[in-house]
């Protein structure tokens, strides 16, 4: 996601290119794409020119969405778990005092996760590395290399 957001704007990014970026095995990532997805955090694009981008700007997706997209509900431990169908009923829960503690937890990750954007794990791109990312046209070229 954060390679989605660096490429933000600039069209889709193909799985193979982010594989390579990050390291990461491309089937990898299609499994993790098939999630996002279905949260409409990406959208793909067929064709030679296809792949993926953000379905929305970095800043509109919380990091919580897109844990959720991955992981599921936020759950530190089963019995605390943010989702009340996936949250296991517990025979000791109602003397349990350490679930007080898990739910606390939850709470604390889960305030972290939707307070920072996608946007917050995305440098800002400067001036020369969106001059990098655009094709320099042959005349832009010779101009600069005659003014110097």
Same mark, same amino acid.
């Given at each position: 996601?954060?390679?989605?957001?660096?490429?933000?704007?600039?069209?889709?990014?193909? +799985?193979?290119?982010?594989?390579?970026?990050?390291?990461?095995?491309?089937?990898?990532?299609?499994?993790?794409?098939?999630? +996002?997805?279905?949260?409409?955090?990406?959208?793909?694009?067929?064709?030679?020119?296809?792949?993926?981008?953000?379905?929305?700007?970095?800043?509109?997706?919380?990091?919580?969405?897109?844990?959720?997209?991955?992981?599921?509900?936020?759950?530190?431990?089963?019995?605390?778990?943010?989702?009340?169908?996936?949250?296991?009923?517990?025979?000791?829960?109602?003397?349990?005092?350490?679930?007080?503690?898990?739910?606390?937890?939850?709470?604390?990750?889960?305030?972290?996760?939707?307070?920072?954007?996608?946007?917050?794990?995305?440098?800002?791109?400067?001036?020369?590395?969106?001059?990098?990312?655009?094709?320099?046209?042959?005349?832009?070229?010779?101009?600069?290399?005659?003014?110097?």
């Amino acid at each position: 996601m954060v390679q989605l957001g660096r490429h933000y704007g600039l069209g889709p990014a193909s +799985l193979a290119e982010i594989a390579a970026e990050e390291d990461l095995p491309r089937a990898y990532l299609e499994q993790l794409v098939i999630n +996002l997805r279905e949260a409409t955090l990406v959208t793909s694009t067929r064709g030679a020119h296809g792949g993926y981008e953000l379905a929305r700007a970095p800043e509109a997706i919380t990091m919580a969405e897109v844990l959720r997209a991955l992981e599921g509900p936020v759950a530190p431990m089963l019995c605390a778990s943010e989702d009340p169908d996936h949250a296991i009923g517990c025979d000791r829960s109602a003397r349990c005092t350490v679930n007080v503690l898990w739910v606390r937890v939850r709470d604390a990750v889960t305030g972290a996760l939707d307070s920072m954007t996608l946007a917050d794990l995305v440098p800002p791109r400067t001036a020369a590395a969106a001059a990098a990312t655009t094709a320099v046209q042959p005349s832009t070229l010779q101009g600069a290399l005659t003014s110097s």
